[in-house]
């Protein structure tokens, strides 16, 4: 897999299948970008769980944290990574050592560790390197378009109209030309 590089069908249909998600380095301080992160998912359905050793026994957002991947109660479809590029390796160790294996082992933006990806691809799992899944939700959803972002997702749907104090939330989109678009 090229790590440099996903198309919009891969991470759509990562996020498309994924419910629930341990969040490594996920904090309670709603300065960070992994509260940000954490909300976002638990906006849109996800079940997350939080592990951060240092919090273990805490609530946030109405979520406990977890001290270790081992500790999170079902099986995990996705771990996102916030931690470093180095730290990466052994967090993907230790989800390789879980029953069931998780689906998709994902690593936030500036986290990049190809070893670590190669032995979770090695052994089936799906990575994600450098990205984050709340700015993808955005950009694939059209939402990130509402703020002036350029989403670089091409549609001739008309963008919806926001209900007067309602916050509204999208799916994800396909890309226009792609065959669930033509459905």
């Not at 299948?17 to 998912?41: D, H, Q, W």
């Not at 638990?42 to 979520?63: H, K, M, S, T, W």
């Not at 002036?148 to 919806?160: E, F, L, M, Y």
Request: aromatic content about 8%; proline content about 5%.
């Amino acid at each position: 897999m090229n790590h440099d590089s996903y198309s919009n069908d891969y991470i759509r249909g990562i996020l498309s299948s994924v419910k629930t998600v341990a969040m490594i380095g996920a904090s309670a301080n709603e300065a960070r970008p992994s509260f940000f992160v954490l909300k976002y998912l638990l906006d849109r359905g996800y079940r997350v769980f939080p592990i951060n050793p240092g919090q273990a026994g805490r609530e946030v957002l109405g979520c406990t944290f977890l001290a270790s991947l081992k500790d999170v109660p079902e099986p995990i479809d996705m771990v996102d990574i916030f931690r470093n590029s180095e730290a990466a390796g052994a967090v993907v160790d230790e989800a390789l050592a879980l029953s069931p294996l998780p689906k998709v082992i994902w690593m936030q933006l500036t986290v990049r560790n190809d070893e670590a990806a190669a032995r979770a691809e090695a052994a089936g799992i799906k990575v994600v390197m450098d990205r984050c899944p709340k700015i993808e939700l955005g950009r694939l959803s059209s939402e990130i378009a509402w703020m002036g972002v350029n989403s670089r997702t091409i549609s001739s749907k008309r963008a919806p109209q926001l209900k007067e104090g309602k916050f509204q939330k999208l799916g994800l989109r396909p890309t226009f030309g792609s065959r669930k678009a033509d459905e």
